[in-house]
């Protein structure tokens, strides 16, 4: 499985269809989370949290999908943290655009104030 790529992946999981039975679901579960998608993601967590409270398998197959189960939760987890982090990016550049475009209006009416103080300077001497 580890060298199927994402065409595979998701030929195989039409082909699993709805899983029915934990081998079913574990392996739904591991080919989701094969997947570079926030939804895949999601639905292998559910397999996984499907399987680790599931009592007709061993108990160190629970503990293994609560591993899988985590870590598919922390990816969904450092999703949203990524697309909130890139929302506050937008929004801090937005904020520097804005802010160079006012510096550069203050810069413009500096000139202009010492271009008139240079123009009144030059008629007062004479």
């Known amino acids: 499985m580890a060298a199927m790529d994402t065409e595979a992946v998701v030929a195989e999981l039409v082909a699993v269809g709805k899983p029915e039975g934990p081998d079913q679901v574990f392996y739904f579960g591991l080919l989701n989370q094969r997947l570079k998608a926030y939804a895949s993601w999601v639905q292998a967590r ?3 949290q499907e399987l680790s409270e599931d009592s007709a398998i061993t108990r160190d197959q629970r503990q293994l999908a609560g591993i899988f189960l985590q870590y598919n939760q922390t990816r969904i987890n450092w ?4 697309r909130k982090s890139l929302a506050e990016i ?3 550049q937005d904020a520097l655009l804005g802010k160079e475009e006012e ?5 413009s009416k500096i000139k202009a104030i010492t271009d008139l103080e240079t123009t009144i300077g030059t008629r007062e001497t004479p």
């Open 46 to 48: 559910d397999a996984f």
């Open 79 to 82: 999703h949203a943290e990524y």
């Open 103 to 107: 510096n550069d209006l203050l810069q």
């Open 90 to 92: 937008s929004a801090l």
